[in-house]
């Protein structure tokens, strides 16, 4: 009994946080501020496929891209539709699974 009521806790610990990751989105966007973008793969940036700032740009479309063992992948998609303000990563640096590489203002 004891171990379901540990998995429905943390059912509802993980529950909570979603909502709580959607709603902070949803202020950001409200109050103007930049969303973070991070990157889901470890490599080093290419220049092609990297986002400029001041580009408009539509949920999913590709940010920034990486050389890995098995050839260029994105490793960072826009989480939402607005225009990037800033690249904080550069072609030829190596980056990190969890970096932040770029920010957009959502529309």
């Known amino acids: 009994m ?6 429905t806790i943390t059912i509802l610990i993980l529950t909570c946080l979603l909502v709580l990751a ?5 202020v950001g966007a ?4 930049t969303v973070d973008q991070v990157s889901s793969l470890n ?12 580009t408009v740009v539509k949920e999913g479309q590709v940010l920034v891209m990486v ?4 050839g260029n992948a994105p490793a ?3 989480t939402v539709d607005g225009t990037v ?9 190596m980056i990190k699974a969890g970096q932040v590489v ?3 203002k959502p529309n």
Do not use: H, M, S, Y
């Not at 409200?30 to 501020?33: A, C, I, P, S």
């Not at 490599?43 to 001041?54: D, H, I, K, S």
């Open 22 to 26: 959607g709603v902070a989105t949803v």
């Open 30 to 33: 409200v109050t103007g501020n």
């Open 76 to 78: 960072a998609r826009a």
């Open 67 to 70: 050389r890995t063992f098995a």
């Open 2 to 7: 004891l171990k379901k009521n540990g998995k």
């Open 85 to 93: 303000t800033v690249v904080l990563v550069a072609p030829e640096t």
């Open 43 to 54: 490599g080093c940036v290419v220049p092609e496929g990297l986002v400029t700032a001041g």
């Open 102 to 104: 770029a920010k957009i």
